[in-house]
């Protein structure tokens, strides 16, 4: 599975964006999909993640209400819709995708995910 994460810019504090994951999978609905995200010289950390199906998602704190995971299984795309925006919030968003189309217990972890795209810069400016 090949993912190519797009969307990101540069966008001031309240803002939104809407980043999107294409993938190249016959049936893009077995794979659970997964956004992080990494600061230079941080781990990369967990986002949101969201089921093969869509039925099931699951945020960070550090952006539960505020950001949005769903996914078009028809067109083989993940979207991180992500509303009032905070300084804190600039990295670079990856997306990643498992072989299970359910969340695993493990979905932190970044080893869990098999497949991963090439990042998406977000800068938000104070």
């Known amino acids: 599975v090949q993912l190519q994460a797009s969307g990101g810019g540069l966008v001031q504090a309240g803002g939104s964006l809407r980043l999107s994951c294409a993938a190249s999978a016959r049936t893009f609905s077995a794979y659970a999909t997964a956004w992080f995200r990494q600061v230079p010289g941080k781990e990369r950390e967990f986002v949101a993640v969201i089921s093969g199906s869509g039925g099931t998602t699951v945020y960070a704190d550090s952006v539960k209400g505020r950001f949005t995971i769903s996914r078009d299984n028809a067109k083989n795309t993940v979207y991180l819709q992500m509303s009032n925006l905070k300084p804190e919030d600039t990295a670079v968003y990856y997306c990643?995708?498992?072989?299970?189309?359910?969340?695993?217990?493990?979905?932190?972890?970044?080893?869990?995910?098999?497949?991963w795209g090439q990042g998406t810069l977000v800068t938000v400016s104070s």
């Open positions: 990643a995708a498992s072989d299970a189309t359910y969340i695993s217990s493990r979905y932190l972890r970044t080893g869990e995910w098999a497949y």
